[in-house]
């Protein structure tokens, strides 16, 4: 079976730092794009960042030049999140769009979340 595991999140204080890791287990053979999304209490969940597997990266204009996501490998991605703000404040996913696995093609898995409390 596959799944993403996020892991990382925590309460830190405004201006601190976070990673979060996401890892996809199960016999995966590729996955192209890996992605960070967030919701808070209230809202749409929205786009954090992307990267594929070839490194090309896009984020949401409220995270650049703050948060940073990067992979080491086709099953692992991380969002190191730094200079964090109260409004940063929301449940972490990592989303996997196409997912090549050896029982065949499995299309927009999600991890179960990760708490990212920013406050004082």
């Known amino acids: 079976q596959v799944q993403l595991v996020e892991s990382g999140g925590g309460l830190v204080q405004p201006g601190g730092s976070l990673r979060l890791s996401c890892a996809a287990s199960?016999?995966?053979?590729?996955?192209?794009?890996m992605g960070w999304y967030r919701q808070a209490p209230g809202k749409q969940r929205e786009l954090v960042a992307t990267?594929?597997?070839?490194?090309?990266t896009n984020y949401a204009d409220s995270v650049k030049g703050r948060f940073t996501i990067s992979r080491d490998n086709a099953k692992r991605v991380y969002l190191q999140m730094n200079s964090l703000k109260p409004e940063d404040t929301a449940v972490y996913y990592c989303?996997?769009?196409?997912?090549?696995?050896?029982?065949?093609?499995?299309?927009?898995?999600w991890g179960q979340g990760t708490q990212v409390t920013v406050s004082s």
């Open positions: 199960g016999s995966i053979f590729s996955i192209y794009t």
């Open positions: 990267i594929t597997d070839s490194g090309s």
């Open positions: 989303n996997a769009p196409i997912i090549r696995a050896t029982k065949g093609v499995i299309f927009d898995s």
